[in-house]
T-cell receptor
Framework: DAGVIQSPRHEVTEMGQEVTLRCKPI?????LFWYRQTMMRGLELLIY????????DSGMPEDRFSAKMPNASFSTLKIQPSEPRDSAVYFC????????????FGQGTRLTVV | QQQVKQSPQSLIVQKGGISIINCAYE??????FPWYQQFPGKGPALLIA?????SEKKEGRFTISFNKSAKQFSLHIMDSQPGDSATYFC???????????FGKGTKLTVNP
């Protein structure tokens, strides 16, 4: 398996624009997590899904952020409108029910909002 | 509120030395404590993990020490190598929960 695949790897956008980050989890994994990493706040869990259903979105910073998982092999994190303070590295991770001792992370998307 | 406090923020060690990173937590319901290793441009990857029924776990040069009464745990890297240079994150989760709470990370540099 190629692991968790995220796209794009880098995104530069202007303030106010819509940004969509994409994630393909490892096949067979039934949990999917979205994290945000910044120097100031470290790794923060934004939202996670189980069997494509959002379980906990308490980490989503505000209504400008939304996440979907239309099927077991694809998820998106959308920011609309984007702001400079959204600049961060966004990670997607996946895991297996009953073996959540390990979360497998993608390589991340570095988002810069100018 | 930071649930897992990690120190130091950065650490420089000579090749062959011992690297020690410390974490402390408040939530006594936490029962799983992993350490993740992250190289530049990569996502974090599980390095080693411990549950509170043991006080120490060793895997190769990496050892976790766990002190339940003090609510602290630490990562020791013996015979540190330049290839160990990375950012290390401690984390914790609560039984029955899939949520990992991460520390803010320690950037380790091992000089040759």
């Amino acid at each position: 398996d190629a692991g968790v695949i995220q796209s794009p790897r880098h995104e530069v956008t202007e303030m106010g624009q819509e940004v969509t980050l994409r994630c393909k989890p490892i096949s067979g994994h039934d949990y999917l997590f979205w994290y945000r990493q910044t120097m100031m706040r470290g790794l923060e869990l934004l939202i996670y899904f189980n069997n494509n259903v959002p379980i906990d979105d308490s980490g989503m910073p505000e209504d400008r952020f939304s996440a979907k998982m239309p099927n077991a092999s694809f998820s998106t994190l959308k920011i609309q409108p984007s702001e400079p303070r959204d600049s961060a590295v966004y990670f997607c991770a996946s895991g297996i029910q009953g073996a959540l001792t390990e979360a497998f992370f993608g390589q991340g998307t570095r988002l810069t909002v100018v | 509120q930071q649930q897992v406090k990690q120190s130091p923020q950065s650490l420089i060690v000579q090749k062959g030395g011992i690297s020690i990173i410390n974490c402390a937590y408040e939530n006594t319901a936490f029962d799983y404590f992993p350490w993740y290793q992250q190289f530049p441009g990569k996502g974090p990857a599980l390095l080693i993990a411990i549950r509170p029924d043991v006080s120490e776990k060793k895997e190769g040069r990496f050892t976790i020490s766990f002190n339940k009464s003090a609510k602290q745990f630490s990562l020791h890297i013996m015979d540190s190598q330049p290839g160990d240079s990375a950012t290390y994150f401690c984390a914790a989760s609560q039984g029955g929960s899939e949520k990992l709470v991460f520390g803010k990370g320690t950037k380790l540099t091992v000089n040759p």
